[in-house]
């Protein structure tokens, strides 16, 4: 719809009517193509164009931030294999002055109430979580290149239209030129078209800074080089809005802050069997080969038991800890579903909203600017009206096809953050 109201402002000044005063523009065409082309060699490179599935696919496997957190994986893998180890016995070697004379004892700690299992358990738990914070991650990352993708659109729109009233105002300062030089038009007329074409080039150039910064903060998403080619395909106004109650469950079993939770509490409940098993104490068991206890003998042995007894730390206080955590990981995650399932319903309704304004434009005002811009070109073209008029409805046009470059991108970013209150993709 942009594009064929840039195409269809271009044809009203260039009508049969306006032949006349804008062969100063035939003749710089003329020119134009006469000149020599441009060697190849110095031709921009030719932008990477994507669609928002593309940039999200691109980013998920180039990001470094999500690539940092993948890190995370070969640590929990390391950690789980602590969790599995085995303690080592201990030998103690002797040199008495008393009977027996020398003494070797080993000592075997023996791990009871299953400590070794639940720390791996415990372990397990944690790795779980991390993946959980990875996918924490990818959530994130790819509502950001949402926002970045559209930033990116939006700019490129802009710049379009910036750069269409551009040679629009500069056809029409070309026009005023020519009818003032041959008595047809006032010295006012040119003199206020030669205004509007200068706030047009700075209106121009702007677009383009921001085109370039929208352009920067996507290639940063995207691992590739600031300023780097690129180019957003799609429609700002496209994109379906959930029902309510569909979102809000949707968020309810797929939202990764949720998920995330839901593997800490978990881990912790981990944590309490393992604080509980650590209140049993750990015999150890020992055997020793004694030498030099002559006259009663040469050789012997001994065997012992030792187990630590409970009496003054029973570990009680670290199972409260461990119990009381869990207790708050539960507590946090209930409240964060009722939060989650009113940014959803708030979301949900901005978006509705957003949408139907960025319908509105694209179906209903955008067609009606046209048509007056048509009425208004015929009514310069009888000389029913001035230049004056006629610029005053080019630029009541753009301001409408920029306002609804503005509708596109807000209903853009209330989808950015009904999928960032979900938590997940949107569908």
Avoid at 28 to 48: S, T, Y
Wanted: hydrophobic fraction near 50%; aromatic fraction near 2%.
């Amino acid at each position: 719809m942009l594009s064929s109201s840039i195409v269809r402002a271009h044809r009203l000044l260039s009508g049969s009517a306006l032949l006349g005063v804008l062969a100063g523009g035939a003749v710089a065409a003329a020119l134009a193509a006469a000149a020599p082309p441009v060697p190849a060699a110095d031709a921009p490179p030719a932008a990477l164009s994507l669609s928002l599935p593309q940039a999200v696919e691109l980013a998920l496997a180039a990001n470094r931030t999500l690539a940092a957190a993948r890190l995370a994986r070969p640590i929990a893998g390391a950690n789980l294999a602590v969790a599995g180890e085995r303690p080592n016995p201990d030998l103690l070697l002797e040199k008495l002055r008393e009977t027996p004379h020398e003494a070797a004892t080993l000592s075997l700690p023996i791990e009871t109430a299953g400590k070794r299992d639940r720390r791996i358990a415990a372990a397990q738990a944690d790795a779980a979580s991390g993946e959980a914070e990875i996918a924490r991650a990818a959530a994130a990352t790819r509502n950001q290149v949402r926002r970045a993708f559209f930033a990116l659109l939006a700019a490129q729109r802009r710049a379009a239209e910036e750069q269409a009233s551009l040679e629009l105002a500069e056809r029409a300062a070309g026009a005023a030129r020519a009818r003032f030089e041959a008595g047809a038009a006032p010295r006012l007329d040119a003199l206020q078209t030669e205004l509007a074409a200068a706030q047009a080039s700075n209106d121009a150039e702007s677009a383009r800074g921001l085109l370039a910064a929208a352009r920067s903060q996507l290639d940063s998403l995207l691992d590739r080089p600031p300023q780097a080619a690129i180019a957003a395909l799609g429609e700002l106004a496209t994109g379906a809005v959930p029902a309510t109650e569909t979102a809000i469950a949707g968020a309810l079993a797929g939202s990764a802050d949720l998920a995330l939770l839901d593997r800490r509490i978990a881990g912790q409940r981990a944590k309490v069997a393992l604080a509980r098993a650590q209140q049993v104490p750990n015999p150890v068991v020992q055997g020793a080969i004694t030498h030099g206890a002559e006259p009663e003998f040469e050789w012997g042995w001994r065997a012992g038991l030792t187990v630590t007894l409970p009496i003054f730390t029973s570990h009680r206080a670290e199972v409260e800890v461990e119990q009381a955590t869990l207790a708050q990981l539960v507590a946090e995650r209930e409240a964060s579903a009722v939060q989650i399932a009113g940014a959803v319903a708030a979301a949900v309704a901005q978006a509705a909203v957003a949408q139907r304004q960025a319908l509105r434009f694209r179906d209903e005002i955008l067609p009606h600017a046209l048509e007056v811009e048509s009425l208004a070109e015929d009514s310069y073209r009888a000389g029913e009206t001035g230049l004056v008029a006629l610029l005053q409805v080019l630029q009541s046009t753009r301001d409408l096809r920029l306002r609804a470059v503005q509708a596109g991108l807000d209903f853009q970013v209330a989808l950015a953050d009904l999928e960032q209150a979900l938590g997940a993709p949107l569908p």
